[in-house]
């Protein structure tokens, strides 16, 4: 079946920096798209979602790019902080359910 | 806030033991859902269901079977636990069956099976 994939599995940020995290999908037909983070010991929660009618998504310091044509998503966190270090999984609907990537994971330094 | 309860953070199971991992949600929603979780393979679906005493099969459900009896309770049933079993496994509801719509994930049950 088709899968959703992420470009790095692990990204280190400098905290106060920005941070960008790329998932690129294969089903061109999805409409949906969701961002989770994992935090160690604990089950993914709800970033940011986007439907395929729109490009951008704005949430509280998250950002969610959709770029249709190259079938490419990305979440961008603004001044990355401590916090912020987790396992990010993108999804995509297909076929009445969501199907995950590999996740990214994400490392901030002080 | 919906809580998705996961009734055992931890479990040690020998090979050939017959195991339940037990998922409660209390928001009402129809869909419930079973992933398996291994480094670099992300979460991957064994089973759903969208309805009591409904389900579907998700991509990898060999080895695996599942129950709800009632509308909060998803059981995921190892008939024979064997070693390729160990992973951590997630429990999720949804409000509806769209796909179109998030999840929501218990906190996990890491299962070890020797």
């Known amino acids: 079946g088709e899968s959703v994939g992420l470009h790095l599995p692990t990204l280190s940020v400098q905290e106060g920096d920005n941070s960008i995290i790329n998932c690129a999908y294969s089903n061109s037909a999805s409409d949906y798209f969701i961002w989770y983070k994992q935090e160690s010991g604990k089950g993914p929660q709800f970033i940011i979602d986007?439907?395929?009618?729109?490009d951008k998504r704005q949430g509280q310091r998250v950002t969610v790019l959709l770029n249709k044509t190259v079938k490419h998503l990305s979440l961008q966190i603004a001044a990355t902080q401590p916090g912020d270090s987790a396992v990010y999984f993108c999804?995509?609907?297909?076929?009445?359910?969501?199907?995950f990537g590999a996740g990214t994971t994400v490392t901030v330094r002080a | 806030d919906v809580k998705v309860t996961q009734s055992s953070r931890y479990l040690v199971k020998r090979t050939g033991e017959k195991v339940f991992l037990e998922c409660v949600q209390d928001?009402?929603?129809?869909?419930m859902f079973w992933y398996r979780q291994d480094p670099g393979l992300g979460l991957r679906l064994i089973y759903f269901?969208?309805?009591?005493?409904?389900?579907e099969k998700g991509d990898i459900p060999e080895g695996y079977s599942v129950s709800r009896e009632k509308k909060e309770r998803f059981s995921l049933i190892l008939e024979s636990a064997s070693t390729n079993q160990t992973s951590m496994y997630l429990c999720?509801?949804?409000?509806?069956?769209?796909?179109?719509?998030?999840?929501?994930f218990g906190s996990g049950t890491q299962l070890s099976v020797l």
């Open positions: 999720a509801s949804s409000l509806t069956g769209t796909g179109k719509e998030k999840l929501f």
């Open positions: 928001m009402d929603h129809e869909n």
């Open positions: 999804a995509e609907n297909s076929d009445y359910k969501l199907s």
């Open positions: 986007i439907r395929s009618n729109m």
């Open positions: 269901s969208y309805d009591v005493k409904m389900k």
